[in-house]
């Protein structure tokens, strides 16, 4: 490349950077270090987005655009847990004492939610189950009162967690099963690799009052069930490979198997849909709607990203609604990418425009649902840290919301009424 060449992509590369979406020096505020501050009470609007990378959770205002802050993780970015009465979170956390090696230390780190301050943590055994996964590896009991955590060891078993006196209780061995979902006050559901599900019952005390094994409700050669569950109620939803809804619930002592049912019609299968992506579903509460990411795949796609999200009504459990996804937006080393948001218009609008039209879009792999009258749908994907904001009954694109991150896992919008657990 000649001297003039060079000096010209040089030129355009300072062009194109002085075009990136930021306020100039002169216009930021100076800020003053060392204050502390005080969120307001939290709003249904407010979503935590994990990042795996920089093993935090993000605080989101979905309606400003804005960031509220954030909560360190430790290793990877487990899903938070939220008291229902409020006031309070609990994350299950692992700690290495060289990083990624040396000593490991387990803890459930309780947290107040309107510092995001730490105010107490609990050690457990160093078993817990570190993944990816978005739910399954911790939950808390319909009353607040204990907190179960899984190992895995390869051995199975629960930590469970006193979260009113701040202690650990004991840990449960679970041959067999995996992962846990709440399912009362003193209850605790696993998934059991015959199909069928294991109910853990606690006493007063947190300690273990009986283990039972129900029935086989689905076929883990033919048609496994995704851990990616949803639940509505006192009911859980667990979705296969294939599709196929398997209520469970859960009210009674006994837990009842509703009668499977569909996400994809005939038609739909014979075009390749299935369900897919990390976190693909989500039920907004007070209306009785699903919503499921879906992709057109193959064999043993169920994780690849969605490209549409369908909702359906509960009751009828008919899809009442498709919704094409946009991209999500960009991110560069935790740098969100918007270009020309300084331009006089026309130009305002190339960017958008660019990533709705031109920018191929890497699919979305979460979703979630805000429980309150007026719901959002957001939508992220993991190689970038921006997340695309729908109004949850009409499907109109709102906006895109920077999280400050590199990738988009788990998302979780807690507040807002109606059953927002897990």
């Known amino acids: 490349m ?12 300072a062009i194109l950077a002085g075009s990136i979406a930021a306020p100039s020096l002169a216009d930021l505020p100076s ?12 709003h249904p609007h407010w979503m935590f987005v994990g990042d795996l990378l920089l093993r935090r959770n993000a605080l989101l205002d979905l309606d400003r655009g804005t960031f509220l802050g954030m909560v360190s993780t430790g290793f990877l970015s487990p899903a938070a847990l939220f008291a229902r009465a409020g006031g309070e979170f609990y994350l299950p956390e692992t700690h290495y004492s060289r990083g990624s090696r040396g000593t490991r230390t387990d803890v459930v780190t309780i947290y107040r939610t309107r510092e995001l301050a730490p105010v107490a943590e609990v050690e457990i055994p160093p078993k817990r189950a570190v993944n990816v996964l978005p739910v399954g590896n911790a939950a808390i009991s319909d009353d607040d009162r204990f907190l179960a955590v899984f190992n895995m ?12 006196q701040r202690r650990f209780v004991q840990e449960i061995a679970t041959p067999g099963c995996s992962l846990v979902y709440s399912a009362g006050p003193r209850r605790f559901l696993m998934i059991c690799s015959n199909g069928s599900l294991q109910s853990v019952r606690l006493d007063e005390s947190g300690r273990e009052a009986g283990v039972e094994r129900t029935r086989s409700f689905f076929d883990p050669e033919l048609d496994p069930v995704t851990e990616k569950a949803v639940r509505f109620g006192s009911r859980w939803l667990f979705v296969s490979f294939e599709g196929n809804v398997h209520p469970v619930e859960t009210s009674g002592d006994a837990l009842e198997f509703g009668e499977p049912w569909s996400l994809i019609s005939p038609d739909d299968r014979a075009d390749s849909w299935k369900v897919g992506g990390t976190q693909h579903l989500a039920i907004h509460q007070a209306t009785g709607r699903l919503y499921s990411l879906m992709h057109q795949g193959g064999n043993d796609s169920h994780k690849d990203p969605g490209s549409e999200v369908w909702i359906y009504d509960l009751d009828s459990r008919e899809r009442v609604q498709r919704i094409r996804l946009a991209h999500p937006g960009l991110s560069f080393m935790s ?8 331009w006089a218009w026309p130009f305002r609008g190339i960017w958008p425009f660019a990533l709705d039209h031109l920018v191929p879009n890497p699919g979305l792999n979460s979703l979630q649902v805000t429980q309150d009258d007026e719901p959002l749908l957001v939508t992220g994907s993991q190689i970038g840290g921006s997340v695309a904001v729908y109004d949850a009954l009409t499907g ?4 895109r919301v920077p999280t400050g991150g590199m990738t988009t896992h788990t998302l979780q919008a807690p507040w807002g009424g109606g059953e927002a657990q897990p």
């Open 31 to 42: 800020e003053a270090p060392g204050r502390s501050v005080t969120l307001p009470e939290p």
């Open 335 to 342: 740098e969100t990418v918007e270009f020309g948001q300084t």
């Open 153 to 164: 060891t390869p051995a199975t078993s629960l930590s469970i967690v006193d979260l009113q």
């Open 396 to 399: 109109e694109l709102l906006r």
């Open 2 to 13: 000649s001297r003039t060449h060079a000096g010209a992509v040089a030129a355009a590369l």
